[in-house]
Structure formats: structure tokens, C-alpha cells
């Protein structure tokens, strides 16, 4: 009588070797294929949606509350670029133009990779004029800083920025010995930036591309490893000027392209 015999489970280790094998060709071609996609997510509609849903909260902060409201767009000291809800506030800001960080909002980071320019390099005609602006750092700046306005009635508007502390004060007063120097943990004067009391420097440095300026209807967003990759004085011809710009609709607040 024959004695029955019995196939053991399991794999051999020559199959062991050729599995780990295929495996190990699979995940090299996928993990570069999925952070492709990641990428081209974070550019093309990663940060149109967190700008629309910025917009659209801004817009409903203006009409709730009466007065321009926006969302002011600025990198901080490490270059990450975040969007940060605005209000215009005369009385505590000491200008007749001034806002200041809304109470109660979180300022947005955008995606890392991720920067904004705005769309008219103040009045800068020609490309060669843009890519002049664009070549120093104060300018670079002075794009990468700006704000975009509703008004009461939730319609974008023109209207001169200049963003400060929710408590006024400037540079003098923090230099001042006096104690008299802002707290507040979202705009605040350099020396209190470099303090990390706050995030973002206010409107008081014009020779840094931190001064007023009118609030704005259109900007680009782009990637900032290819920025970088472009030599200063060919930042727009180079690669800003080969994006499609973001226009805002001034009834919806919304994102388009034309």
C-alpha cells in the first residue's frame, strides 16, 4: 500500500527571491509615477481650491461685517507662502488705508512647493520691464506680497492696502524702550518677526517690497523649484510668463482663466 504524500504550503526560496524581486521593480516604478501625481495635483488643483475657498470666505467676511475684507497673500520667513484673512480697520491700525489681520481666522499655508506673483508687477509694461522688476529681491517680494479686496457688498474692488498690527504701532514704538510694542501674533514690525512674536511683516518697509499698494484682480500661481531653477533677470520670460494667469470674478470671487 502506498503511503500518501502531502504537498507542504508555502514558497520555495528561489519563489521567495523572484517575488521579492517583482516587488521591489513595482515599487520602484510606482513611487515615482504617484508622487508625479501628488506634484500635479498640488499645482493644478490642490491650490486653486484652497485660493477659491479663501476667496469665498473673505467675501463673506466683507459682507457680514460691513467693510473691505480680503485675503492678503505673503510668504513667511522661511518661504512658505500662506493666505491670511484682512479687514480694514481704521481706528486700530492709525491709517486711513490700513488693515489688519482678522480676528478669529487662521492664516492658510499653501502647498509647499507652492508660490504667488501678482499679475501686474506694478504697472510693468514690457516683458524685459517684468523681468527687470522681478530680478531683485526687493521686487521678487513686492510680487509675492499682496492683497486681494471685497467690498461691503461682496464685489471685488480697487482699493489701496497697507496692512499693520491690530494695534498700530511701527517700528519707533517697539524701539522705544517704553514696553510700547505690539503683541499681535499674526503682522507685526520686523524686529518683532525676528523675535518670532509674529508671522508676517506689515506694511512699513517700502524698500523691502513691504509698502501700501492697491489691492489686485489677478496673480499667477507657480512652482517655486522651477523658480529657482530660472536665472534672476529672466524670471518672467524665463517661466512666470509661460503660465496661464488667474483672474478673479469680480460677482463670484471665484478663480478663472481667459
Given at each position: 500500500?502506498?503511503?500518501?504524500?502531502?504537498?507542504?504550503?508555502?514558497?520555495?526560496?528561489?519563489?521567495?527571491?523572484?517575488?521579492?524581486?517583482?516587488?521591489?521593480?513595482?515599487l520602484g516604478i510606482s513611487v515615482?509615477?504617484?508622487?508625479?501625481?501628488?506634484?500635479?495635483?498640488?499645482?493644478?488643483?490642490?491650490?486653486?481650491?484652497?485660493?477659491?475657498?479663501?476667496?469665498?470666505?473673505?467675501?463673506?467676511?466683507?459682507?457680514?461685517?460691513?467693510?473691505?475684507?480680503?485675503?492678503?497673500?505673503?510668504?513667511?520667513?522661511?518661504?512658505?507662502?500662506?493666505?491670511?484673512?484682512?479687514?480694514?480697520?481704521?481706528?486700530?491700525?492709525?491709517?486711513?488705508?490700513?488693515?489688519?489681520?482678522?480676528?478669529?481666522?487662521?492664516?492658510?499655508?499653501?502647498?509647499?512647493?507652492?508660490?504667488?506673483?501678482?499679475?501686474?508687477?506694478?504697472?510693468?509694461?514690457?516683458?524685459?520691464?517684468?523681468?527687470?522688476?522681478?530680478?531683485?529681491?526687493?521686487?521678487?517680494?513686492?510680487?509675492?506680497?499682496?492683497?486681494?479686496?471685497?467690498?461691503?457688498?461682496?464685489?471685488?474692488?480697487?482699493?489701496?492696502?497697507?496692512?499693520?498690527?491690530?494695534?498700530?504701532?511701527?517700528?519707533?514704538?517697539?524701539?522705544?524702550?517704553?514696553?510700547?510694542?505690539?503683541?499681535?501674533?499674526?503682522?507685526?514690525?520686523?524686529?518683532?518677526?525676528?523675535?518670532?512674536?509674529?508671522?508676517?511683516?506689515?506694511?512699513?518697509?517700502?524698500?523691502?517690497?513691504?509698502?501700501?499698494?492697491?489691492?489686485?484682480?489677478?496673480?499667477?500661481?507657480?512652482?517655486?523649484?522651477?523658480?529657482?531653477?530660472?536665472?534672476?533677470?529672466?524670471?518672467?520670460?524665463?517661466?512666470?510668463?509661460?503660465?496661464?494667469?488667474?483672474?478673479?470674478?469680480?460677482?463670484?470671487?471665484?478663480?478663472?482663466?481667459?
Amino acid at each position: 500500500m502506498m503511503k500518501p504524500t502531502f504537498r507542504k504550503n508555502g514558497l520555495t526560496l528561489t519563489e521567495l527571491v523572484v517575488v521579492i524581486a517583482v516587488a521591489a521593480i513595482l515599487l520602484g516604478i510606482s513611487v515615482p509615477a504617484a508622487k508625479k501625481i501628488a506634484e500635479s495635483f498640488d499645482y493644478s488643483t490642490g491650490p486653486r481650491s484652497l485660493i477659491n475657498a479663501a476667496l469665498t470666505s473673505a467675501r463673506a467676511l466683507a459682507v457680514a461685517q460691513s467693510t473691505p475684507a480680503g485675503v492678503r497673500f505673503q510668504p513667511d520667513a522661511n518661504g512658505d507662502f500662506y493666505m491670511i484673512f484682512i479687514i480694514y480697520n481704521r481706528a486700530k491700525t492709525n491709517l486711513a488705508n490700513g488693515f489688519m489681520a482678522a480676528a478669529g481666522r487662521k492664516p492658510i499655508r499653501l502647498p509647499q512647493n507652492i508660490g504667488v506673483l501678482e499679475g501686474s508687477f506694478k504697472g510693468a509694461g514690457t516683458a524685459a520691464a517684468k523681468d527687470a522688476f522681478l530680478s531683485t529681491e526687493a521686487g521678487l517680494r513686492d510680487a509675492q506680497t499682496f492683497s486681494v479686496v471685497f467690498s461691503e457688498q461682496g464685489q471685488l474692488i480697487r482699493f489701496p492696502v497697507r496692512v499693520r498690527n491690530r494695534d498700530g504701532k511701527t517700528e519707533t514704538d517697539d524701539s522705544s524702550g517704553s514696553g510700547n510694542s505690539s503683541l499681535d501674533p499674526i503682522f507685526n514690525t520686523k524686529k518683532n518677526v525676528e523675535n518670532k512674536i509674529a508671522m508676517f511683516c506689515q506694511d512699513d518697509y517700502p524698500e523691502e517690497g513691504l509698502g501700501q499698494e492697491n489691492s489686485v484682480y489677478s496673480f499667477y500661481i507657480y512652482e517655486k523649484n522651477r523658480l529657482a531653477e530660472v536665472p534672476a533677470g529672466q524670471r518672467f520670460t524665463g517661466y512666470i510668463g509661460n503660465l496661464q494667469k488667474e483672474f478673479i470674478n469680480p460677482y463670484t470671487g471665484q478663480l478663472i482663466r481667459r
